[in-house]
């Protein structure tokens, strides 16, 4: 009896946001392998990962069937795993080649995720006469995170409500080789400390099966609690945000249905996911972490006039406004 190979892949999406105090971050996932009901030796591996700037080359042992990386970063994350092996499709054929491979990435600092997973599904003959097959298998995830301060002029007495809009754009495409349950993208859309949802978590999160995707995920919300000050002229207001991509489906092995992307299956979704945050016209943003700004929220202003110069008086009298926001 040919031996069950099985692939128990795992997708963590690690960065924890919803309760709202995390800092920048940027993760991708990616696990890469062969199985099925079939002899084949161990495949040859390629790739690597970066994780804000710097690069790590891969290592596997020369018997792996799986394998898999995820870098964490700052601003920046990337992996990109490839498999070749080789399966003999009948009993004493010549081997025929079997291939793999598997991409993520996340991008804090441009507001933009990737994934692309394409594998390979061999027919094969057992010795018996029996159909009974060797494919390659992957799961991949991308992920971000960022923690923003806000401040909006303020002159007094009530503050009015502050909203901002947050939207994720997707582009790519699922191919189906199975069937419309083996292979699927979910997209994850999330803002914390706003007004809106439960326990001031605004979330959606949705799925797409086979086809072409192009889609707009849209979050609407108020800031709450915000932090005044009559004398600068400005209130404050702390918020995050997170947005998550991650391979989703059911292939059954054997008795056991796994969330892989496998035989024959591609997510097809290469820099596919953009990040955008709208914030009001008068309204000055900047990350928690390092107090820059990010290109992928809109309506900063020029540095110049009240709004700019609050900041920079925040910054110089220390009242602390940083702090009563975290």
């Known amino acids: 009896m040919p031996e069950l190979r099985r692939l128990a892949l795992l997708l963590p999406l690690t960065l924890g946001l919803a309760g709202g105090g995390a800092l920048a971050a940027a993760s991708a996932y990616t696990t890469l392998g062969l199985t099925g009901l079939a002899d084949f030796g161990p495949p040859a591996f390629s790739g690597g990962s970066w994780q804000d700037g710097v690069f790590a080359p891969i290592a596997p042992p020369p018997d792996a069937y799986a394998w898999n990386t995820s870098p964490f970063g700052l ?22 080649p079997v291939s793999g491979a598997a991409r993520a990435s996340a991008d804090l600092a441009g507001g933009r995720m990737g994934l692309a997973a394409g594998t390979q599904l061999l027919p094969v003959t057992s010795a018996s006469g029996g159909a009974v097959s060797a494919f390659s298998a ?60 439960t326990a001031g978590v605004l979330q959606q999160v949705r799925s797409y099966g086979a086809g072409l995707v192009g889609d707009v995920i849209t979050l609407d919300a108020t800031l709450v609690d915000p932090a005044c000050s009559a004398s600068l002229g400005v209130c404050g207001y702390f918020f995050s945000v997170y947005g998550a991509l991650e391979s989703v489906g059911a292939v059954p092995i054997g008795a056991i249905s796994y969330a892989f992307v496998a035989a024959g299956d591609q997510l ?11 914030v009001p016209a008068d309204a000055v943003v900047t990350t928690v972490t390092t107090g820059q700004a990010r290109a992928w929220v809109s309506a900063v202003p020029e540095p110049s006039g009240p709004a700019f110069w609050a900041v920079g008086l925040l910054g110089l009298a220390g009242l602390g406004l940083r702090g009563r926001l975290r």
């Open 75 to 96: 601003t920046q994350a990337s992996a990109d795993l490839a498999l070749l092996g080789a399966v003999a499709p009948a009993p004493g054929a010549p081997p025929v």
């Open 138 to 197: 992957a799961n991949v995830s991308a992920e971000m995170g960022e923690a923003f301060d806000v401040l909006v002029p303020f002159a007094g007495g009530a503050p009015g409500p502050v909203q901002v809009r947050l939207q994720l754009t997707l582009s790519g495409q699922v191919l189906d080789a199975v069937n419309d349950a083996s292979v699927a993208l979910r997209a994850t859309l999330r803002l914390n400390h706003v007004a809106e949802g």
């Open 268 to 278: 097809l979704f290469d820099d596919g996911a953009a990040l955008r945050l709208f």
